[in-house]
């Protein structure tokens, strides 16, 4: 069993609609969580990170974390064509310099 | 700022042949990082350098050496290439208390 388990997709949904996105994992150590969005031939870049359990919001982009159910979710409001790429999720016990554990991956697509 | 750069970006290698794969940042990062990028398997860490000086294992490093030359540089090195190899490679820099990382574009490398 993989630590981080994530849907593939692909997931695709109209222009405007809310999007989510969900990752469960195993490992009852991870503290910190990512999100990461990456273009199609592009390397991942970070969109958003959280620690613990709780909700972080970013403009139209809301992570929120269930550590008593293992589980991280991404929330896209009010989505967008450009919003059409890869999310990975990323989880990792400790904080800097250390090791993350990645999703492998959702694709959306956001049909104008 | 040029961030994290890779060379090459695309490289096809005969089974049992040898090649450096380069990876230099200018985001003065502490620690850097060599993932491998394969279809529904999400991003696997290969070796790590949390400083200059130190390297250590990943998720899958056989096959693999390392070298972090100096703060900038981290190089991969694939001493006998087997098809098992073929993947996108991607190094990235890492910094701040959430270790966000920053990816470089990756390297598509094919190994017939």
């Known amino acids: 069993q993989k630590e981080v388990e994530q849907d593939p997709g692909p997931l695709s949904v109209p222009e405007g609609a809310i999007v989510s996105l969900n990752c469960t994992y195993s490992?009852?150590?991870?503290?910190?969580f990512m999100w990461y969005r990456q273009y199609s031939r592009k390397g991942p870049e970070l969109l958003m990170y959280t620690y613990s359990s709780g909700n972080k919001e970013d403009g139209r982009f809301t992570a929120q974390v269930d550590k008593s159910s293992k589980y991280i979710s991404l929330f896209i409001r009010d989505s967008q064509p450009s919003d059409s790429a890869t999310y990975l999720c990323a989880m990792s016990p400790y904080s800097s310099a250390s090791k993350i554990i990645f999703g492998s991956g959702t694709r959306l697509s956001i049909r104008p | 700022n040029a961030g994290v750069t890779q060379t090459p970006k695309f490289q096809v290698l005969k089974t049992g042949q040898s090649m450096t794969l380069q990876c230099a940042q200018d985001?003065?990062?502490?620690?850097m990082y060599w993932y491998r990028q394969d279809p529904g398997m999400g991003l696997r860490l290969i070796y790590y350098?949390?400083?200059?000086?130190?390297?250590d294992k990943g998720e899958v490093p056989n096959g693999y050496n390392v070298s972090r030359l100096n703060k900038r540089e981290f190089s991969l090195r694939l001493e006998s290439a087997a098809p098992s190899q073929t993947s996108v490679y991607f190094c990235?820099?890492?910094?701040?208390?959430?270790?966000?990382?920053?990816f470089g574009p990756g390297t598509r490398l094919t190994v017939l």
């Open positions: 350098s949390a400083s200059e000086g130190t390297t």
């Open positions: 990235a820099g890492g910094t701040g208390y959430y270790n966000e990382q920053f």
């Open positions: 985001m003065n990062h502490n620690s």
């Open positions: 490992n009852s150590a991870f503290q910190y």
